[in-house]
T-cell receptor, first 112, second 112 residues
Framework: EAQVTQNPRYLITVTGKKLTVTCSQN?????MSWYRQDPGLGLRQIYY???????DKGDVPEGYKVSRKEKRNFPLILESPSPNQTSLYFC???????????FGSGTRLTVV | GENVEQHPSTLSVQEGDSAVIKCTYS??????FPWYKQELGKGPQLIID?????GEKKDQRIAVTLNKTAKHFSLHITETQPEDSAVYFC???????????FGPGTSLSVIP
């Protein structure tokens, strides 16, 4: 089944403790992206990747890192999480940037 | 850059009635317009899309119309059912290599 898999689905962590949210797609997509979704603010892009080893900042990149060492994986790294990063996170992938996106099921992160 | 506006932000309809969600975009070069449905607790899912060489596209009870001159496009849902209740996002992109820009979303409630 074609899908984007995010893990974990739920995560509660403490301020400053490094964490990684994994994202993997099995569709051989070139483009991958991370979004955060907060009430009333819609989907805001954090980082995106056009291809392996090619990443770029989205609209809200502060406090996040990504890497794209393999085509299928695009992890989101929070080196020192803060409470304002409490949010619902989605990974998405697509054949190209301007094509239909397949989203993962989401990761609900709480930073206390 | 591209900007996408979406109205209304919330919409309530009686079961069986039609629902219309409207979006406007700023860049006249945009040529790809997808719509996503996000059910509670899930990631957004692509439900229909249209390219600028087409004025209208239908898929069962949903349809999308595009007015390039006015730079707006709309989602039409006929014979609404309770399972249509969700948040709907419109989006636009200029080329296959430009990322998709999302509207802020419309929360649709279908009242049985």
């Amino acid at each position: 089944e074609a899908q984007v898999t995010q893990n974990p689905r739920y995560l509660i962590t403490v301020t400053g403790k490094k964490l990684t949210v994994t994202c993997s797609q099995n569709m051989n997509h070139e483009y991958m992206s991370w979004y955060r979704q907060d009430p009333g603010l819609g989907l805001r892009q954090i980082y995106y990747s056009m291809n392996v080893e090619v990443t770029d900042k989205g609209d809200v990149p502060e406090g996040y890192k990504v890497s794209r060492k393999e085509k299928r994986n695009f992890p989101l790294i929070l080196e020192s999480p803060s409470p304002n990063q409490t949010s619902l996170y989605f990974c998405a992938s697509s054949l190209w940037a301007g094509n239909g996106y397949t989203f993962g099921s989401g990761t609900r992160l709480t930073v206390v | 850059g591209e900007n996408v506006e979406q109205h209304p932000s919330t919409l309530s309809v009686q079961e069986g009635d039609s629902a219309v969600i409207k979006c406007t975009y700023s860049d006249s070069a945009s040529n790809y317009f997808p719509w996503y449905k996000q059910e509670l607790g899930k990631g957004p899912q692509l439900i229909i899309d249209i390219r600028s060489n087409v004025g209208e596209k239908k898929d069962q009870r949903i349809a999308v119309t595009l007015n390039k001159t006015a730079k707006h496009f709309s989602l039409h849902i006929t014979e609404t059912q309770p399972e249509d209740s969700a948040v709907y996002f419109c989006a636009a992109s200029i080329t296959s290599y430009d990322k998709v820009i999302f509207g802020p979303g419309t929360s649709l409630s279908v009242i049985p």
